[in-house]
């Protein structure tokens, strides 16, 4: 790894092809690394990593991007749903959107949902709604919190659309589901 240049960050920021096979930038909060032409959003200057070679990025434990493939390799399929769910895990509770994942995950939105689908059986949008909801359940059992607070904890804004959600993935509204867990803990 080399320490990041103004001329290298400049070409990273200009999507700068003349670069390209003179270095690879990596970034740490994605694992992902990159060409200096690669058209995904410009990462924190301070979370990047200079390497002169795609294989030294590779062996310092980072992965290509989809978009700009910088082995001239595709991503396998399930690696790249690997970090697609990895990042939905970490940020479940924020706004999440096919835009924001393709743009994060480098990748293109509809493929990125292709891809998801085909791999886990599930869409994108399903498993972050299994996740809040699979949380949610926790916090139902775990805390004395309104229904309210918990479904904003989850990322969902909307009381009625969390209940509604609840409802239809568990088959009981968050206060049943509250009520019969209690009451099945009382009985123990």
């Not at 995904?40 to 390497?51: G, L, M, Q």
């Not at 991503?75 to 749903?81: A, I, N, R, S, T």
């Not at 804004?157 to 959600?165: E, G, K, P």
Request: with cysteine; glycine share 2%.
């Amino acid at each position: 790894m080399n320490i990041l240049s103004e001329e290298q960050w400049q070409a990273i920021l200009q999507n700068d092809s003349t670069f390209d096979d003179h270095f690879y930038y990596a970034v740490k909060t994605t694992k992902i690394f990159c060409r200096p032409s690669c058209k995904s959003k410009a990462p924190k200057k301070e979370n990047v990593f200079i390497h002169l070679s795609a294989d030294q990025a590779l062996s310092a434990g980072f992965r290509p991007c989809k978009r700009c493939k910088p082995t001239g390799e595709r991503l396998p399929d399930l690696e790249w749903v690997s970090v697609i769910k990895l990042y939905i895990d970490n940020h479940f509770a924020d706004s999440i959107n096919l835009d924001l994942l393709a743009e994060v995950c480098h990748g293109s939105p509809y493929h990125l949902q292709r891809t998801f689908k085909k791999v886990l059986d599930i869409t994108p949008l399903e498993y972050v709604q299994k996740l809040r909801i699979t949380e949610a359940q926790k916090q139902l059992i775990h805390s004395d919190q309104a229904i309210t607070n918990i479904a904003m904890s989850v990322g969902i804004s909307n009381v009625s659309y969390f209940v509604t959600l609840f409802k239809k993935k568990t088959g009981c509204t968050p206060t049943e589901y509250r009520y019969q867990y209690k009451s099945h803990s009382e009985v123990l």
